[in-house]
């Protein structure tokens, strides 16, 4: 596609499941990043993968958070036994190198019941 | 590491009047510098950057925001706003070496009133 694609658009769970969410990048970016954004936070960065691998994670929250990336292109993020707290919009967003401008995806909004 | 303070979390102005958007950062190295807006349900859009250059940047819908290295600001301004400019607005930096992870302000809510 023409942009980066995020799913499931909405997930809804429940206190202590896991979740995967799915970035697809645009084709040919070599970054990709995730972000969290939730009200009165604003923008916060989880990870940075620069082709497969992750030289910055140092935004993720706790254990309980883990992303992969394979092939160089489609990343999922993963949260495991999801607390109320995680509850937000999660954002992806890839770039041709990285530091070069960022293209983000329309988020996946996650509750957590 | 860096750090961007955007100073006011909210803006409400009128139609058709100027408006400023403060930006401040903090970094013990060079970065570059973004302005991204987010409209109702809208993703993230890039609305300009500076990397090099010219410190005063624009973007195609009549914004502006002038690098100014001395008081470590990125503010962004527009003469006359429109109703269409209503949306959430990001200052973010990245450092020009190294993991190049943007660092996002809190943002600013502009809000236009007819």
């Known amino acids: 596609g023409a942009g980066v694609s995020q799913s499931p658009s909405n997930k809804v769970t429940e206190k202590g499941k896991d979740v995967e969410l799915r970035c697809d990048p645009i084709?040919?970016?070599?970054?990709l990043y995730w972000y969290r954004q939730s009200l009165g936070q604003g923008l916060e960065f989880l990870i940075y993968?620069?082709?497969?691998?992750?030289?910055?994670k140092s935004g993720l929250p706790s254990d309980r958070f883990s992303a992969e990336r394979t092939g160089g292109s489609v990343s999922t993020l993963t949260i495991q036994r999801t607390q109320q707290e995680d509850s937000a919009v999660y954002l992806c967003?890839?770039?041709?190198?990285?530091?070069?401008?960022?293209?983000f995806g329309n988020g996946t909004r996650l509750t957590v019941t | 590491a860096q750090s961007v303070t955007q100073l006011d979390s909210q803006v409400p102005v009128f139609e058709e009047a100027p408006v400023e958007l403060r930006c401040n950062y903090s970094?013990?190295?060079?970065?570059?510098l973004f302005w991204y807006v987010q409209y109702p349900n809208q993703g993230l859009q890039l609305l300009l950057k500076?990397?090099?250059?010219?410190?005063l940047v624009e973007s195609i819908n009549g914004f502006e925001a002038e690098f100014n290295k001395s008081q470590t600001s990125f503010h962004l301004r527009k003469p006359s706003v429109h109703i269409s400019d209503t949306a959430e607005y990001f200052c973010?930096?990245?450092?020009?070496?190294?993991?190049?992870?943007?660092?996002f302000g809190q943002g600013t809510r502009l809000t236009i009133n007819p």
């Open positions: 967003a890839s770039s041709l190198v990285g530091g070069s401008p960022l293209h």
């Open positions: 084709s040919g970016h070599t970054a």
């Open positions: 993968f620069q082709g497969n691998s992750a030289p910055d």
């Open positions: 970094s013990s190295v060079s970065v570059y």
């Open positions: 500076y990397l090099s250059g010219s410190t």
């Open positions: 973010a930096v990245s450092a020009i070496q190294g993991a190049q992870k943007l660092v």
